[in-house]
């Protein structure tokens, strides 16, 4: 049965999807089977992140209303053949659909994979519900910034309300030049604030779609995953190359451009 994990943001634009997708790409890379659900109705576009969007037939709400079977809805990724997309409703972003819908289409899918990772709306509205519902554990995923920070601890509190098995943290977008400069706070500063396990640690990169991140997100990615799959707790250190007289130059440079 699969491990199904919902992916979720107290805001918009802290990378979220785009986190999500890199990890079940790494997963499925690492030879696991999984699908990357797209539970976001007003954005759907974990098609679009996966590069798969014209190769889109059926969606989560033609196999709930029985215009396909779960498995004809998946698209596999021409590159990771072990990586599937079901995209959420493309047709009617704004239609009602029930928790307990996507639930059973997601239950009639685990046996056949060993991880749904579940791309959740950003708040905690309908959306989030909906998505957290279908779940059995969760990855908040935040930014460094105030603000994020805030919205990220109330989406923890709704969390707790859910019999999940477990409520994990990954840090997105991190500069580890601002962390030894002292003007953001550390990883582990920010996991201790929130109360939840740091699973992992991303850098800021400007990579945005699947296979186009730079050696040190690729690297934060395949930490992601072992940690994610095998219990491990061992996280990108983004201020390792800021440290020391070289380390001085490049925060200087970082900060230049």
Same mark, same amino acid.
């Given at each position: ?7 979720? +943001? /107290? ?17 499925? !890379? ?38 396909? $079977?779960?498995?004809? !809805? ?15 409703? #493309? ?7 029930? =928790? ?23 708040? &905690? ?21 105030? +603000?994020?920070? $805030?919205? !990220? ?25 601002? &962390? ?16 939840? =396990? ?8 400007? /990579? ?6 730079? /050696?040190?997100? #690729? ?11 095998? /219990? ?26």
């Amino acid at each position: 049965m699969a491990r199904k994990i919902v992916f979720t +943001s /107290g805001k918009g634009g802290v990378g979220k999807t785009t986190v999500a997708a890199n990890l079940g790409m790494r997963l499925a !890379a690492a030879g696991e089977s999984v699908v990357l659900a797209d539970t976001d109705f007003g954005l759907n576009n974990i098609d679009v992140v996966c590069g798969v969007e014209n190769l889109i037939r059926y969606d989560i709400v033609d196999a709930i209303e029985g215009r396909c $079977r779960a498995k004809q !809805a998946l698209v596999r990724h021409p590159v990771y053949p072990n990586l599937n997309i079901l995209a959420s409703n #493309r047709a009617d972003p704004d239609r009602y659909v029930s =928790p307990q819908a996507v639930r059973l289409i997601l239950d009639n899918l685990s046996p056949r994979f060993d991880y749904i990772l579940i791309d959740c709306p950003a708040g &905690i509205e309908g959306g989030f519900h909906r998505a957290v519902a279908a779940a059995e554990e969760a990855v908040v995923v935040t930014t460094p910034h105030i +603000s994020s920070l $805030r919205d !990220a601890d109330k989406v923890i509190s709704v969390l707790k309300s859910y019999r999940l098995k477990s409520v994990e943290l990954v840090i997105n977008m991190v500069r580890g030049d601002m &962390i030894v400069d002292g003007e953001t706070l550390a990883p582990a500063e920010i996991a201790d604030i929130l109360k939840i =396990p740091l699973l992992g640690v991303i850098p800021q990169d400007d /990579g945005v779609f699947l296979g186009e991140r730079g /050696g040190d997100a #690729r690297k934060a990615f395949r930490l992601l995953a072992n940690n994610l799959a095998k /219990g491990t707790r061992k996280v990108y250190n983004a201020t390792g190359k800021y440290h020391g007289f070289f380390g001085s130059i490049r925060r200087s440079l970082k900060k230049s451009l």
